[in-house]
């Protein structure tokens, strides 16, 4: 990257002071290739894009055109490498990141597009409305590829909310709410019929069809209530549906058949902590933070369970430390807030503050942009 | 479209292999070309033509590096790379050749081929309806590869009526290369998945599902009914298996058809496919409150579907409200435009309300759908 500005800087300088015969070539090439976009002669188009952008790198138009001419073509490699040169010669880049985030999941370079996708949502999720679909839909796939299951169901039921039922929909949702960290390309075939009954049934619930989410999801229990995490995805759709002593003998029946499950711990401690009962909120979480130290949720639980029983040093160490795994969450930052204010560090309690807010007027852009709904927002905090 | 593409492929001859020359791209290296690209052009032909594959692939990527929008390099690459199962870098190489030369029916096809070897179902499926709707030449093996796969991925994404028009299609060409029984069990009782995912624990049930509709298909009743009984025997409480055998009982035995439609919709609470039956055989009997219900039930689970539409707009005019079941059939019509049956029933009910002009413009687009079917 160091080696591309000073160049792109002398190339742009001969450029502007070529004679007046080189300007107008470039300018006829320019009038030629918007030309042939717009009238969809795409290979022609990318032909005068290259041209110009040969005589005038840093000419970030071009590279933008060119990146969307070959991303529409599926010639991922090119287009990335074109939307890398707009970025580098563009001081915000926006929706170049996201169109980066999908070129590098096409060539399955799967940490740069987590890292791209991640540019893109820091700058508030910039672009048209159908780069927001595409790429969110891949940002949730490489979030449950992550193991961030409950991150990836909630742009996904954006999704289902704006777009309605699709195939590869379904799948995604299956897959995140099977907990499983795989890809639509590369989980086995064997679980087909799983992930297919989860995702059903996770899309009607996320369209309040609870009726309907039922019928796959009793389908789900007869042919694999056996297996981990089939009891629990019941529970959070019981949970969803309002019904917490369903959810909760669920979770207790994942319990029995994954000893180790922290997620379903985690939920019977929130469920303790709704009735009051924070000793056994607190104690469940331990044991899950002890399973998976690395996981920001159980620190995060076990922080408002020391909250909820005033132990707020502790409880503010604990929240430091789900901070510091998933600095983008916003009720950790929301609860963090409330433990510095009972330890009365009010600096530390507003800046947690202001985090939170700003995660949340972020989020708020792509409720907005996307159309989803505010209800799925709305009330995080508070669990 | 599949109407379009089944008859297509009965149209094939069986008389050829895979034949890349009856289709080759346009540009072959040149003498005036720069004499590296040419060099590497020509050793790449021989190498490729000498069976030294890797060295073929090594020196047609050095050539496109050198000419990138070589169509014929890509080309060669693409099948070189397909050939030796590297499926992720064929694909690569047959996008820019696609890219290149949109109307290359081969393309698309060897394209979407690759794309379901690597799992990129969507995509594939995509590609390779691409490569029917062009036209695949008079490469039959290619063809039936090509028909086999987009069937078996529009039964996994949940198209299954297209899906068994397709592999009946496959069946009456004669080719049985890829075993079909279990493509069409599957998308007889509507389960999306692939072969390969089919649940060990049902691959039975499938298989007679898919015995039984190759038995109808072939007029071979007993044997069908046969299959139906030990079906349901074995597998009593599962879906789909009711409406299988609900939809053949509609036609040879009705009262029994109803039952078990009736039968697959306690199973399967929300299954449209039973009502819009239902609704059907209701109308046929005349008993146009049942034939309402069953017609509004499947509306109202998928609002989307022309059929459900279909079948509220003919009860609607059945039971005198023509204005209403006109507005049903427009909507049937809009979702599903080539569809006659939904243009014949239009026909009527304007002509009932009166109003010529649409009925006689719905009469032309038969005629056209109809020259149109004749055409391919």
Known sequence: MLLVFPLVALLSVAASTAPSGPQKSFDTVVREAESARKTDRLTEAIGLYREAVRLHPSWNQGWWWLGNLFYEQDRFPEAQTSFAHFAAITPKPGPAWAFMGLCDYEMRDYAHSMDHFQRWVDGGFPGSSDLLDVASFHWALLLTRQGRFGKALYLLAGRAARKGESPVLVEAMGLASMRMTNLPEDYPPERREQVWLAGKAAFYASQHNFDRASEYSQRLLAEYGSL????????????????????????????????????????????????????????????????????????????????????????AQELESAERLAPEDAAIHFHLATAYRGLGRKQDAARENSAYIAIRKRDGTLVQATGEPEAQHSGKEQQ | MIAIVASALLALTSSFTLQVSAAQPRSAPRASD????????????????????????????????????????????????????????ACEAL??????????????????????????????????????????????????????????????????????????????????????????????????????????????????????????????????????????????????????????????????????????????????????????????????????????????????????????????????????????LETARDHSPEAVRIRWDLVRAYTAAGRGQEASREKSEIERLSNQNAVH
Do not use: C
């Open chain 1, 228 to 315: 981990p995490n089939v009891h629990y995805f019941l529970g959070t759709l019981d949970k969803f549906h309002s019904r917490p002593a369903e959810a909760e003998k669920e979770f207790r029946r994942e319990l029995e058949i994954s000893p180790r499950h922290a997620a379903a711990m985690l939920e019977l401690a929130q469920i303790d902590l709704d009735r009051g009962n924070s000793a056994e909120a607190e104690s469940l979480a331990r044991r899950a933070v002890q399973l998976e130290p690395m996981n920001p949720d159980t620190h995060h639980i076990l922080g408002r369970a020391l909250l909820d029983a005033r132990h707020a040093r502790e409880s």
């Open chain 2, 34 to 89: 720069a004499g590296s690209f040419e060099q590497l052009a020509v050793a790449a032909t021989q190498a490729r033509e000498q069976n030294r594959d890797d060295a073929a692939i090594h020196m047609y990527r050095q050539a496109l590096k050198l000419k990138p929008d070589w169509d014929e390099g890509l080309w060669y690459l693409g099948t070189l790379l397909y050939e030796k199962d590297d499926d992720r870098e």
């Open chain 2, 95 to 328: 996008r820019h050749f696609v890219a290149l030369d949109s109307k290359a029916g081969y393309g698309w096809a060897l394209l979407g081929m690759s794309e379901f070897q690597v799992r990129e179902y969507p995509r594939a499926l995509d590609h390779l309806q691409q490569s029917l709707v062009i036209g695949l030449g008079d490469n039959r093996k290619m063809a039936v590869k090509v028909y086999y796969l987009t069937a078996i991925l529009l039964v996994r994404s949940e198209q299954f009526d297209d899906g068994m028009s397709l592999l009946f299609s496959l069946a009456a060409s004669g080719d049985t290369t890829p075993p079909l029984v279990e493509p069409l069990g599957l998308a007889a009782l509507r389960m999306p998945f692939l072969p390969a995912e089919i649940p060990a624990d049902r691959r039975e049930m499938v298989r007679m599902a898919g015995a039984a509709a190759v038995a109808l298909k072939a007029q071979r009743y007993a044997e069908a009914e046969r299959l139906f009984s030990e079906l349901e025997a074995a597998y009593p409480d599962q879906p789909g298996v009711h409406f299988l055998i609900g939809a053949y009982s509609l036609g040879a035995h009705p009262d029994d058809g109803i039952k078990e439609m009736r039968r697959e919709i306690e199973i399967s609470p929300s299954h449209v496919p039973a009502r819009i039956r239902l609704a059907e055989e209701y109308l046929k009997r005349q008993d146009m409150d049942r034939a309402f219900s069953f017609a509004q039930e499947a509306l109202k689970l998928a609002p989307d579907d022309p059929l459900a539409h279909l079948v509220l707009g003919e009860t609607l005019v059945a039971k005198g409200d023509i204005a209403g079941g006109i507005l049903q």
